[in-house]
């Protein structure tokens, strides 16, 4: 493969005609501004306190040199001593102003009328005698920032200057590699789209080939217009080749192995949707026997033997959670025993079972008017669709509540149904999601505690049966409803 050369052969009349590269250009100047404006922004405020740095070690020095001498000129009540020492100090170009506090003496302040508007240094004086030091003022020095700007506005300029040429010139450079990289590139995807046109298409459709555009506007707007273009014809082509019978029947061939195709995928689907079914019923009766198991656990006395063996059921329910996973891709389609039976009884029996599912803090109260009623269903979708909702009922309700199920008789048409109502007292079900709820997968609940089957196998049982679930909710709770024909 050819390598690019590192500085191309610069077209500069292609240059002029690139209006993607006239607009990378116009970029490129915006950038310079706006980065050489950052970094000599920074670059400025370093020189600027460098230069503060300077002037402080300057003035304390000068402070050092002159300190002896107030010293002595204060302790000996010298004040022409003392002054003249602040004179000097005075004639430093950055001093605003400088004088002596608690000194004793009457001392003029020299004031250079320049703004003191940076700091004030603080020196104490103090002069020994007989190794006792013995204070005898402060030295104030006000600090002004004006002749620092000063000095250092030229370097400042300078900086911005040399910044933009230098991002300026990156650029420049940046636009050409661009446009040996990309408009080149685009313009080389042009010329091959006419040239598939012209040797590919046009044989085909003769006449009717549509022509690209006229050039004008940016390379990439022609390019997309050229693609488009392209598909057109490409389409065109191909709808008149399968005018012939060579082309029906290839056609006709895909189109069998994609219908293949869809049947594997429906197929593969329903297989694990099933599978999930029941790996979520798998996992509601690992939770009943955690739950039993718990409450053995509070029967059994500290050091019992017993615990062993709750320690054993409790690391195979673990095991059992991790093979759900497996399960899945091992499970086949299992026949539902539909039959005639009494839901009181199955109530009945699962009462305890629903007691455990709910845990403590949540109680459920069964207001039954159904004995003596049959129904046609699977009793094992029953008992799962009530888990089902009454564990969703009690995470509608952490802080605890009451499940109310109760039953009824209900005549819609000339059929009678049987109605099983799960009532909670939580804070309802939103509106914009109850036409929802039912789709599979559909949940409300965070990641990994919930799956958004439990009201899809629902719906699913009553279907199954030829009844239906009715939902009806608001700010005090939710009521969910199995309608169930009754058999005569």
Known sequence: MAKLPLFPKIELAALARSYLLRRILLLGVLMSFAFSGLFSAVQSRRTYLKAKSAVLTRVSGMEEIL????????????????????????????????????????????NSGANPDWTELRFPLVYE??????????????LTTGSIFESTV????????????????????????????????????????????????????????????????????RLSEDI????????????????????KIAVELQLERERQKVKLVQRLHSIGEIATHVAHDFANLMLVIRGNLNGMRTQLKPGDALHRYTDEIDKAIERAYSLVSKILSLTRVQEIKRGPFEPYL????????????????????????CQGRNVMADPAGLENSLINLCVNARDAMPDGGTIVISSETRKKGDELFLALSVQDSGPGVPENIREKIFEPFFTTKPPGLGSGLGLAQVSEFCREAHGSVELSSSDRGSVFTLLLPIQA
């Open 129 to 142: 005698s007989k190794n006792e030091k013995i204070p005898v003022g402060t030295l104030k020095i006000s």
């Open 228 to 247: 488009k273009q392209l598909q057109s014809n490409f389409l065109a082509a191909m709808q008149r080749q399968r005018e012939t019978e060579a082309n």
């Open 67 to 110: 300190e002896p001498q107030l010293e002595l000129a204060l302790w000996n009540l010298d004040s022409a001593s003392a002054e003249r020492a602040l004179r000097v100090i005075a004639r430093e170009v950055h001093v605003a102003d400088v004088r002596i506090d608690g000194s004793g003496m009457t001392l003029p302040s020299f």
């Open 346 to 369: 199955v109530l009945r029996d699962i009462e305890k079972l629903l007691r455990t599912a709910v845990g403590q803090g949540v109680e459920i109260d069964l207001r039954l008017d």
């Open 154 to 221: 030229h370097e400042m300029l300078l900086t911005i200057f040399y910044n933009f040429i230098e991002f300026l010139v990156i650029g420049f450079f940046i636009s050409l590699v661009f446009h040996q990289q990309v408009t080149l590139k685009i313009l080389e995807i042009q010329r091959s789209s006419h040239r598939f046109n012209e040797e590919h298409l046009r044989p085909i459709l003769g006449a009717s080939l549509g022509s690209p555009l006229a050039s004008g506007g940016s390379e990439t707007v």
